[in-house]
């Protein structure tokens, strides 16, 4: 929303501009490589029994992953707040199934 407001003000400081986008566009990496190179490659693993309830929780984790994969990179490419919010609630699902919590489905 700063980047918006900074955007069309009269004179805007294309500096500050620069460093909120790159900031954004950091977080948004970070996250992608949290999702990727830490939860789909070291923590979660592979459930050979395709009946059991452990294999459904691991399709359940890698769609989340996925999901907040693809929601980060296009919280990266706009401004698009709502992207924010839906990686809010993906992380949150996320969280609590990872941690064998209830979520809402």
């Known amino acids: 929303n700063k980047i918006k407001e900074l955007?069309?003000?009269?004179?805007?400081?294309?500096?500050?501009?620069?460093r909120w986008i790159m900031n954004k566009e950091k977080h948004a990496d970070k996250l992608s490589k949290i999702a990727t190179q830490y939860?789909?490659?070291?923590?979660?693993?592979p459930v050979e029994d395709e009946k059991s309830?452990?294999?459904?929780?691991?399709?359940?984790?890698?769609?989340?992953?996925?999901?907040?994969?693809?929601?980060?990179?296009?919280?990266?490419?706009?401004?698009?707040?709502s992207h924010v919010e839906t990686l809010r609630t993906l992380i949150s699902d996320f969280e609590k199934?990872?941690?064998?919590?209830?979520i809402k489905q």
């Open 7 to 18: 955007e069309k003000g009269k004179n805007p400081n294309h500096n500050q501009l620069v």
């Open 53 to 81: 309830e452990a294999f459904m929780n691991y399709i359940k984790q890698l769609t989340l992953l996925h999901q907040i994969t693809v929601y980060s990179m296009k919280a990266k490419q706009t401004l698009d707040v």
């Open 39 to 45: 939860f789909m490659s070291q923590r979660l693993k």
């Open 97 to 102: 199934l990872y941690l064998k919590e209830d």
